[in-house]
């Protein structure tokens, strides 16, 4: 709809679900000026402990479990390790890291005061959420590759996977997180979702032998088919179903993509 003559054009915060490239990027900016100055501090427990998984996990079961689909164990499990660790570096970064920005620093609020637009601020925060996840799994990839758990040159389109798994995820977090009226209820989402899809998700054991019922609630969860791209990836299984993982991914991401910037438009333009 057009201005009235002598109008001056409405501001972008008036435009929720509109976001442009530069506008995402300017927040995309602020976050990671911010983040930059605590990314040792918040990368270094995410890693450490991916890495203690691995070893625990790998050393301890590896020790009952020698192979799986004839991999090693531990060759098995570090590319859902690497995948879990993209997962949770997007999630955190939406879930409490975000509704901190929005309820008690009220960043948010200021930013919308600005140029750009709610759309902006969300998008920015995916494209913020998916750096920091994307650098959790690609540190975690080039360990693996000096403890000589990669056995395949396909583990140099791993990254491109991990844009794609933790778009969603942040996308998934985002959702959440527009709902949330309390930081406790964070408790839920990671008690009742993400540690069920942690252990549930395809990073310690296959599906195959599982009851039917069992293998169709593990193929729902969207760390699943982050885990099985992954593996094949860095394994050199590649195929039509490891497009078929992503392309689930995307599904997800773009099924829930605009949820975020409706309902926080709602709380932030009004």
């Known amino acids: 709809m057009l201005d009235a003559p002598g109008q001056a ?12 490239a530069r506008g995402a990027y300017r927040m995309w900016q602020r976050n990671a000026t911010i983040g930059r100055k605590t990314i040792l501090t918040t990368l270094g427990p995410r890693f450490v402990e991916a890495i203690a998984y691995l070893l625990i996990m790998g050393l ?54 600005t140029p750009l637009s709610v759309g902006d601020v969300v998008v920015g925060e995916y494209l913020w959420a998916t750096t920091r996840a994307v650098i959790y799994g690609v540190v975690f990839v080039v360990v693996m590759a000096a403890l000589g758990l990669v056995g395949s040159l396909w583990v140099f389109a791993v990254p491109l996977v991990f844009v794609v798994g933790a778009l969603c995820f942040a996308v998934l977090g985002m959702a959440y997180t527009s709902f949330a009226t309390n930081i406790e209820h964070f408790n839920i989402f990671f008690t009742g979702l993400l540690t069920p899809m942690f252990l549930f998700g395809g990073v310690f054991f296959p599906f195959d032998e599982l009851p039917t019922w069992a293998q169709v609630v593990g193929w729902c969860l969207p760390l699943s088919h982050l885990v099985e791209a992954t593996r094949d990836l860095v394994l050199g299984d590649v195929g039509w179903l490891t497009m078929a993982h992503v392309g689930a991914l995307v599904g997800l991401t773009a099924a829930l993509f605009w949820l975020p910037l409706r309902r926080l438009s709602r709380k932030l333009v009004s």
Do not use: C, K, Q, W
């Open 60 to 113: 301890g079961l590896g020790a009952y479990v020698s192979t799986i689909n004839g991999v090693d164990y531990v060759e098995f499990i570090a590319p859902g390790v690497a995948a879990s660790s993209v997962m949770f570096g997007a999630i955190l970064e939406t879930t409490y890291n975000a509704f901190v920005r929005i309820n008690i620093r009220r960043v948010y609020e200021a930013v919308v005061t």
């Open 9 to 20: 054009p409405a501001p972008a915060a008036s435009e929720p679900f509109g976001f442009t």
